[in-house]
Every structure is written in structure tokens, then in C-alpha cells.
């Protein structure tokens, strides 16, 4: 099968973005949005300034275009993740104003939803995740994989997270087969503060499976 990337989202500290960097993540997420793993929009340089080479992804939820627009640029990121209810116009916008991919995050079912899969195909990245603190398990996961799957062989560049750490890694980039997978909290030893021993084995999991 074909190389399965990764993802690593929630940095919050140079050392851990030159943690991640080193250790094989191709993807590195910085969080713009409301969440315990917020970066304040004027320390984003220090954590570019970490690895220049690294492909920083900034992650909005229903930022107002312009202050996205300037983040972006003033952080120099690579890529932009719309986490919110982003409409197909506003993926476009971005796409435009900003000049870099988009990855536009959805949850479990809602691509039946025209509006987000209008959204969903004007990004050039789909990712299937998780509803923050709503119910997880096993069948939900399931759910989530199964329609992550079904992307994958419609030809979509899928990003797949949920939940994901060391010990599923392996299995979500055999049977998912994604471009990417993404984990945050599955990698930590605190909210924001990653684990070395542990962002190391997901990247080794991952290759696992793919081999």
C-alpha cells in the first residue's frame, strides 16, 4: 500500500515542534481556535521559526475571514484547516485569499448534509474526525473509518483522526489507507505538551502498517 503520512496537531512549544519534525511527522497543527491547545496568534512565529521546513497547518473554526487571512500570513503556514461550519464559499475564500491548501474537517455523517460536502470537495483535503467530548467506542470509530475508507477509493486526499494513538495507529493506516493520519491528544502528556516516547511509537505504527 501506498505511504501512510502523519499528522500531528496541537503544538504548542518549539521543543515539540522540533520534536515532531524530527521524528518523521510530515504535518505539524497549530490550533487558532478555542481549545486547551490554543496558540495566541503572536506565538505562531516561534513555533515556524522552530522548523522552517516543517509543512505548518493552521486550524480555524468560523475565524472571520480577514483575521484568518492575516494569521496566515503572518505565521507563514502551509496549509489551513477549517474545524468549524465552514460553507463551500467560505473554503473557496480561504483557498483564494490565503493561496494554500485547505483541509476541511467534517464528522460522522455529516457528508449526507449537501453543504458540507459542497464544503468537503472545494478543500483539497477531507478530515474525518471525532466530535470533541461527544460519544466515542468502538462503533462510532467504526463509523468513522468506514466513511474515511469510502472517500479514499472515491479518490479524495483523506486525513483520518478520531481519537487515534500508538496502539491503533497501525490498523487505521491498513484499513483506512489515508493520505494521512491525525492525532493530537493520543501523543500527549498533557494537554499541549507532547510525549517523545509516544509520538515516536505512533510514527513507527504507522509505517507498521503500511509495510
Known amino acids: 500500500m501506498n505511504r501512510v503520512l502523519v499528522k500531528i496537531c496541537g503544538l504548542t512549544t518549539p521543543d515539540d515542534v522540533r520534536l515532531c519534525h524530527a521524528a518523521g511527522a510530515r504535518y505539524l497543527g497549530v490550533i487558532l481556535a478555542p481549545s486547551p ?33 492575516l494569521a496566515v500570513e503572518h505565521a507563514g503556514f502551509d496549509l489551513v484547516q477549517l474545524h468549524g461550519s465552514e460553507d463551500a464559499a467560505t ?9 494554500v491548501p485547505v483541509i476541511k474537517a467534517v464528522r460522522p455523517g455529516e457528508l449526507a ?8 470537495a472545494a478543500a483539497e483535503f477531507v478530515l474525518f474526525d471525532l ?6 467506542g468502538p462503533p462510532r470509530r467504526a463509523g468513522l473509518w468506514e466513511e474515511a475508507a ?5 479518490g479524495r486526499r483523506v ?7 500508538p496502539a491503533d495507529a497501525a490498523e487505521a493506516a491498513r ?15 498533557a494537554p499541549g505538551r507532547k510525549d517523545p516516547a509516544a509520538v515516536r511509537a505512533f510514527i513507527e505504527e504507522v509505517a507498521r502498517g503500511c509495510s
Open 131 to 136: 466530535p470533541k467530548g461527544g460519544p466515542g
Open 150 to 154: 469510502a472517500a479514499v477509493r472515491a
Open 159 to 165: 486525513l483520518l483522526g478520531g481519537g487515534l494513538s
Open 113 to 120: 448534509d449537501p453543504a458540507v460536502a459542497a464544503a468537503a
Open 37 to 69: 491547545r490554543r496558540v495566541a496568534p503572536d506565538d505562531v512565529k516561534l513555533l515556524r521559526d522552530a522548523a522552517p521546513e516543517a509543512l505548518l497547518v493552521g486550524v480555524f473554526a468560523d475565524a472571520p475571514l480577514p483575521s484568518l487571512v
Open 91 to 99: 473554503v473557496l475564500a480561504v483557498r483564494e485569499r490565503c493561496g
Open 175 to 189: 484499513v483506512v489507507g489515508p493520505h494521512a493520519l491525525d492525532v493530537a491528544s493520543g501523543v500527549e502528556a
